[in-house]
């Protein structure tokens, strides 16, 4: 897979996010919102290996469903954090994108509160996670 799967990926599962979301498939739409942030870090990584090299050492590392791994892989971390400290709208969207976990999709206790958030936290166009990814 490379970048521009991965920039593919991620506006297919935050479009299927939304449209789950308004159908009421609340468990669903959460499990997809938190597919594109990963496929959006994900993209970002891939942008940064060199086509013709070795695969990093920590390869395992970059298959990995961890938000906060992705965000160190894609050397975000710094960033995030001084979003996050400061207390934006970004930044609780940051910390919402954070708390996903890909088991989660089998949580029945997601309802349509946290799914609208998480949702939201990926997809705002202003404040959302993508939205400030596409700008690093």
Request: hydrophobic share 35%; glycine share 6%.
């Amino acid at each position: 897979m490379n970048e521009e799967t991965f920039k593919d990926l991620k506006h297919e599962y935050a479009l299927s996010a939304v449209l789950l979301l308004d159908n009421g498939s609340y468990i669903t739409a959460y499990h997809c919102a938190g597919l594109a942030a990963e496929c959006a870090l994900k993209e970002k990584v891939s942008a940064k290996i060199p086509a013709k090299t070795f695969p990093p050492k920590k390869t395992n590392d970059y298959y990995c469903h961890n938000i906060n791994t992705l965000i160190n892989l894609a050397n975000l971390r710094e960033e995030v954090d001084q979003e996050v400290r400061s207390k934006s709208g970004m930044g609780a969207n940051i910390q919402t994108v954070r708390q996903w976990n890909v088991e989660d999709r089998y949580n029945t206790g997601i309802g349509e509160t946290m799914a609208s958030s998480m949702v939201s936290a990926v997809t705002d166009e202003k404040e959302g996670f993508i939205t400030w990814l596409d700008t690093k």
